[in-house]
């Protein structure tokens, strides 16, 4: 239940949760005009001029505008933080101490600064709104998502690109297991960049990866970027967020993750593995 297609035609679908799909009326430029800490504290300390419910999802997101009477930008509210013993779901399947919860969105985040992908991951931040503390997104702007692509036939105008950035995306989606990754959730700007949003059911303790075939190929930089998490590092950045479990799970994922694609290097050669 992975996210994306690449030459082999394969689409890896998740469960049906759907997350708003955030389109931006401004322009691609107006994000290169702030700074990631800009964007952090607009999002901060930015008023809310206007809010609208999205009804989409079970997480219940809301699309703020904010301003800070220079800067007007959108942004996502989520302040879902849902812990159940046991879950059960409408196509059969259980999960035992189930988590729904924004605090993992913020801790996706924060992981994906440490290890170089938070350029394709939007800026999140946690804040209260009408008296919830939840999650407070950037609204990137995009043209559509994954599931909009597919459903239209319509492919990158450069291929090798857009696998490119896939393969970081099923990368990461390794690293923090979210059980949740779907389509709607994989957003393309005008310029065909990915952005991966929506990482509220992410983060479970299972000290292995969900599926070795999402490991294609890597990124050099992603690759000794994981190689040199540390996991109080990780501890310290989300301790907020993630508990100690939660983070040794991280570290324990990254460990097979960067085994399997040493071995795949040994097997099939650097130039096969590795961009």
């Known amino acids: 239940m992975r996210l994306c297609e690449l030459k082999t035609g394969r689409v890896f679908l998740g469960l049906a ?31 809310v001029v206007s809010s609208k419910h999205t009804k989409k999802g079970v997480t219940d997101p809301w699309r703020l505008t904010l301003s800070d009477g220079t ?4 942004a996502v509210f989520q302040a879902i933080d849902e812990h159940k ?28 600064q440490l290890i170089g992908m938070d350029d394709m991951i939007p800026v999140y ?16 702007p995009v043209q559509m998502d994954e599931q909009e692509r597919l459903s239209k036939k319509v492919s990158s105008p450069d291929s ?38 929506d990482f509220s059911r992410a983060f ?8 070795y075939k999402n490991l294609v190929k890597c990124d050099r930089q992603l690759l000794e970027k994981l190689k040199a998490l540390n996991e109080n590092d990780l501890a310290l950045k989300t301790k907020n967020y993630l508990s100690k ?31």
Not at 20 to 33: C, G, H, K, L
Not at 162 to 185: C, G, H, P, S
Not at 204 to 211: C, G, I, K, Y
């Open 85 to 112: 013993p046991y879950m059960q779901f409408a196509d059969g399947h259980a999960e035992v101490n189930f988590i729904d919860s924004y605090k993992y969105n913020v801790a996706a985040y924060q992981l994906a």
């Open 204 to 211: 479970r303790l299972a000290p292995d990866v969900h599926d």
């Open 71 to 74: 800067t007007t930008h959108e």
């Open 245 to 275: 479990t939660e983070v040794r799970a991280v570290i324990q994922r990254r460990d097979k993750i960067v085994s399997y694609f040493q071995k795949m290097v040994t097997e099939k050669g650097e130039a096969a593995v590795l961009y």
């Open 160 to 197: 090798d690109g857009w696998n490119k950035q896939m393969y970081k995306i099923r990368v990461f989606d390794e690293l923090v297991f979210d059980t949740d990754a779907n389509l709607t959730n994989v957003l393309i700007s005008n310029d065909w960049k990915i952005w991966r949003v």
């Open 17 to 47: 949760l759907s997350l708003v799909f955030v389109r931006s009326a401004m322009p691609a430029q107006a994000q290169a005009e702030l700074t990631t800490e800009q964007m952090q504290k607009f999002l901060l300390t930015a008023k």
């Open 125 to 140: 931040v946690e804040r209260k709104w009408q008296g919830n503390v939840g999650s407070m997104s950037w609204v990137v």
